[in-house]
């Protein structure tokens, strides 16, 4: 079993940056791929950035291309979601999930099973 936190969301102004951090408990946590999913108010659910248990695959989505990195801390129990030039679009809850077990295929394609409860990120115009 897996449980995640999401924290670090928030307001900023467009252009503006922000850390999420996903922290996971169990000790099989570095051993799933994790992703980063957002979901705006009437709009469908999607998948912004995800890594690999390894690290040696990542998947990003245009939308965030060269704006957005993921990063993991194994050690730590923790993924990372850098967020840079943020623009209003971009307004949306964020969650974390994990899934994809030990597997270093393209990590869009996994199904992830545990979910946090979500982080506001909101960025103003």
């Known amino acids: 079993q897996v449980q995640l936190i999401e924290s670090g969301g928030g307001l900023v102004q467009a252009g503006g940056s922000l850390r999420l951090s996903c922290a996971a408990s169990?000790?099989?946590?570095?051993?799933?791929?994790v992703g980063w999913f957002r979901q705006a108010p009437g709009r469908e659910r999607e998948l912004v950035m995800a890594?690999?248990?390894?690290?040696?695959?990542?998947y990003d989505a245009d939308s965030v291309k060269g704006r957005f990195t993921i990063s993991r801390d194994n050690a730590k129990n923790t993924v990372y979601l850098q967020m840079n030039s943020l623009k209003p679009e971009d307004t949306a809850v964020y969650y974390c999930?994990?899934?994809?077990?030990?597997?270093?295929?393209?990590?869009?394609?996994?199904?992830?099973?545990?979910w946090g409860q979500g982080t506001q990120v909101t960025v103003s115009s």
């Open positions: 890594v690999t248990w390894s690290g040696r695959n990542t």
């Open positions: 999930a994990a899934g994809g077990y030990y597997s270093d295929y393209d990590p869009s394609l996994f199904t992830y099973n545990y």
């Open positions: 169990g000790r099989t946590f570095s051993s799933y791929a």
